[in-house]
């Protein structure tokens, strides 16, 4: 069960030891609190809110890097890792800083509001790591701003026309929604100062599927700026500024963005997306890859097996927003909910994948589909739920998506 705290708890939690492998929903108010929540929530107010937000990770980001001590190659010296010896699992005082200016101020905004943080209680209990970071310095306890409720403006009218067919592209129950946030994806190319492939993530979900998002640039505007893309489900994607895109350099179609891996059933999967025609591009991180398809840098991007619910929703949102699909390796809907079924144990963990396609690729997850049914690596990741596949992907779904 998932523990439901007040984010100021976050603001003490910094100076204790760190956390393995757990993470939290947070909640913006104690139970006193309970008559001033929002029975209905503004889609369109609450993406506001969070691209706000999202910019003062950015912000965050900025100001820490700027001041990080940094060894002769460019790489932070204070780091702790999360799981010894994953770079992956690298904790800097850039994610934490980014994380209270992320979620501290959401949670204020939308009293009782879901939001599920990578870095929640990040410094709270386990003793894996010295915590160095946890009692760094840089992070800084600033006073709560008020967010912006405008920022998404040039959606709003959109959203209406969408919202008669959709409804849930203009409104949802406050049960219904949740947040993810990931305040800096990327964490392993900041501390390597790889900064152009550093995000900040923030996602909404409705019913587990991701329908908003912004996905923060610290480094990635013009000139090295900051900038945020961001997007709402029929009503189209934004920024809040010029931005740096990569330019596409190869005439192969599809172009998959992938990453470098020893992993057979990544492999095939990398195989079945590109087919015949097309070819690999490396691209590191989830949401940069996802990103690369919406800016039609890459056609299809395939993820690897160790992204979180926080990785892919935001993204997910702005591709979906875009044209786009996101898809695990089956072909099925990625599950963005607060507390996941889980007769896996993997918890947030998007553990079958994901598949990601720009307009007009939407057939390459049918093609991974059936090279996926016939890899013994893929449908073993489906025994905790059954022995036959296809039973399988359905009591998955039915537990994932219960409405």
């Not at 001590?69 to 770079?87: C, F, L, S, T, W």
């Not at 709270?124 to 306890?141: F, H, K, P």
């Not at 961001?230 to 192969?252: D, E, F, I």
Request: hydrophobic share 45%.
């Amino acid at each position: 069960m998932l523990r439901v705290l007040h984010i100021a708890t976050c603001v003490a939690a910094l100076q204790k030891p760190l956390m393995i492998g757990k993470q939290s929903v947070v909640r913006s108010t104690a139970t006193a609190d309970v008559a001033q929540e929002v029975a209905t929530v503004d889609l369109t107010d609450l993406l506001s809110t969070c691209v706000d937000a999202c910019e003062r990770g950015c912000a965050e980001i900025r100001r820490v890097a700027a001041q990080l001590d940094r060894n002769n190659e460019g790489g932070v010296r204070q780091v702790d890792y999360k799981i010894a010896g994953d770079p992956r699992s690298a904790l800097t005082a850039a994610d934490l800083a980014a994380q209270l200016a992320v979620v501290e101020p959401l949670a204020e905004a939308w009293p009782g509001l879901r939001i599920v943080g990578e870095e929640d209680l990040a410094c709270d209990v386990g003793a894996a790591a010295d915590g160095a970071v946890c009692a760094s310095s840089l992070i800084e306890v600033q006073p709560v701003p008020v967010l912006r409720r405008d920022r998404c403006d040039g959606l709003r009218g959109y959203a209406s026309i969408a919202a008669e067919e959709r409804r849930d592209v203009v409104e949802a129950s406050l049960e219904r929604v949740t947040v993810f946030v990931d305040p800096l994806d990327g964490t392993r190319e900041f501390v390597e100062g790889r900064l152009e492939n550093v995000q900040c993530l923030v996602g909404v979900a409705v019913d587990g599927r991701a329908v908003a998002g912004a996905v923060g640039l610290p480094f990635g505007g013009e000139a090295g700026a900051s900038v945020v893309v961001y997007g709402l489900v029929g009503a189209g994607v934004a920024t809040t500024g010029p931005r740096s895109v990569s330019t596409r350099t190869s005439a192969m179609r599809p172009l998959v963005a992938a990453g470098d891996t020893d992993d057979a059933t990544l492999r095939s999967a990398y195989a079945a997306a590109r087919g015949s025609t097309g070819e690999n591009v490396l691209v590191g991180g989830t949401g940069t890859k996802i990103l690369a398809v919406v800016d039609g840098f890459a056609d299809v991007a395939v993820m690897n097996f160790k992204s979180s619910s926080w990785d892919t929703c935001a993204p997910e949102a702005v591709l979906r927003a875009a044209g786009g699909r996101l898809t695990d390796i089956f072909g099925e809907n990625i599950a963005h909910v607060p507390e996941p079924a889980d007769p896996a144990g993997v918890g947030y963990l998007n553990a079958l994948g994901a598949v990601a396609s720009g307009p007009g690729f939407s057939f390459v997850h049918q093609n991974v589909r059936e090279a996926m049914v016939l890899d013994e690596g893929a449908t073993k990741k489906l025994e905790p739920w059954g022995a036959d596949v296809e039973a399988a992907l359905a009591a998955r779904r039915a537990a994932l998506f219960p409405r």
